[in-house]
């Protein structure tokens, strides 16, 4: 009967050991379900957070990039100007330097010529002195201005800004009182 009983025990036991084998398989099956729910939702959660995380990293590069295209954009502009106002005050100069060139020689043939057609006012030629038309006496004053202006344009010191007004004050003159 010890044998029985023992039998018995071990019978139970086996039972019992299959039964907890199934019970501990049933809770682990459902505990591997939660936990592949939890990591399911965990991974939703990061994804969400990455994906915010992405969107604010390529806004951001975005407003960097317009700001990188608004500074190149000025700089382009700046340089656009600097070139154009380097081109201006080298024609400027170029033809401030002609003009002094033009101014000098223009006094010693205007002088020439005037010297040449010029006669002596003597007592016998004032009547011819007095038919001096008032076409030749504007020519001498203008000729005269000229080389004024050419002498004042002639001056180093003169500033950029000096030199364009006594050149604008000459065409003025010039168109004003050209014939």
Request: net charge neutral.
């Amino acid at each position: 009967m010890k044998k029985f009983i023992v039998f018995c025990i071990a019978l139970l036991m086996i039972g019992i050991g299959t039964t907890q084998t199934i019970n501990t398989a049933d809770a682990a099956f459902s505990k591997d379900e939660a936990v592949k729910e939890r990591f399911a939702l965990k991974r939703e959660r990061l994804a969400e957070v990455v994906s915010k995380k992405i969107a604010h990293v390529e806004n951001s590069i975005k407003k960097k990039l317009k700001a990188q295209e608004a500074k190149r954009g000025q700089k382009q502009k700046e340089e656009t100007a600097k070139k154009t106002e380097a081109k201006k005050v080298e024609e400027d100069e170029a033809f401030n330097q002609t003009i002094p060139q033009e101014a000098e020689k223009a006094p010693s043939a205007t002088q020439e010529g005037i010297e040449e057609t010029q006669t002596p006012i003597t007592p016998e030629n004032i009547d011819e002195a007095d038919a001096v038309s008032g076409a030749s006496a504007n020519g001498q004053e203008r000729g005269q201005k000229n080389r004024e202006w050419g002498e004042q344009l002639g001056d180093p010191n003169l500033t950029p800004e000096e030199r364009q007004g006594i050149i604008q004050e000459k065409k003025n003159y010039n168109r004003n009182n050209h014939g």
